[in-house]
């Protein structure tokens, strides 16, 4: 069976199917990124004293750099397929890949940094939500990434086949990506800076 | 691919491209202020604009929605709602906090 409207917009919604499904699973991401900036607030504002500058800002500072340029790689990867460049393609698509590793690796030398020093999520508050909310955005990292890989490996088939379905499958990972980029921009003053 | 659709990608790249600039700066000049201890409230305001103008551009121009469909944008509307309300329910907790 053919799935429907891969690349013709739907006429009642003006959209293709796949990018009004991606929306709606974000609107539904927001929500559950939301709930757990409404606990940080109400645990914050009930505690009597919430450390500032304890983590590492200039290593997350890095990250935060090393996300926004995997957007930019993600979005350039898009580009290069409408420019019907499928090598760009993959070259941008790698470095999106590779960039959420580089991430990945930073977190990970965080998080064991904090271990040895005991800082485990039941220390404080303050330790419980921020293991709570990089670590759900990190398996949102993992998850973009498996995406991500399939797309620059054996998903990218699709472009000998059907070149503007596959465009359009990178513009919808593409969302998902930037979405978990958009996460972090938060998380990253909440969590670090304030 | 057509001349006019070549100029339109690059010129999409270009706005890309200032996008990216304009979000490193951003976190550089976050991180900075960060380090200026400044009272907790106008600490908090700063941050979160910042953020806010941050996550407006990665959604206006690497998610298109500055030019996106009516029901993308009611379903984010709808969403926004929510989240909206879930941020300020602690608030109303605080405001009713037993002395």
Known sequence: MEIPYT???????GLVNAKLGVWLFLASEVMLFGALFSSYILLRIGSVEWPHHVLDVPLATINTAVLISSSITMVMSWASLMEKNFGKYRRFMGATILLGLVFLIIKYFEYTHHFAAGEIPSKSTFFAIYFTMTGLHGLHVIGGMIVNSYFWGPGSKMWKTQPERFTNRIEVAGLYWHFVDLVWIFLFPVLYLL | MDASHAEDVRKHVRI????????????????????????????????????????????????????????????????????????????????????
């Open chain 2, 16 to 99: 890309y491209v200032s996008v990216f600039v304009a979000l490193l700066t951003l976190t550089v000049v976050t991180v900075t202020i960060s380090y200026l201890n400044l009272s907790v409230v106008p600490a908090i305001i700063v941050a979160l604009v910042i953020a806010s103008v941050k996550g407006s551009l990665v959604a206006s121009y690497f998610m298109h929605l500055i030019s996106e469909k009516k029901l993308i944008y009611a379903a984010l509307g709808l969403a926004a709602v929510f989240f909206l309300a879930l941020i300020f329910l602690p608030l109303l907790a605080m405001s009713d906090r037993i002395h």
């Open chain 1, 7 to 13: 690349v013709k917009a739907r006429p009642d919604t």
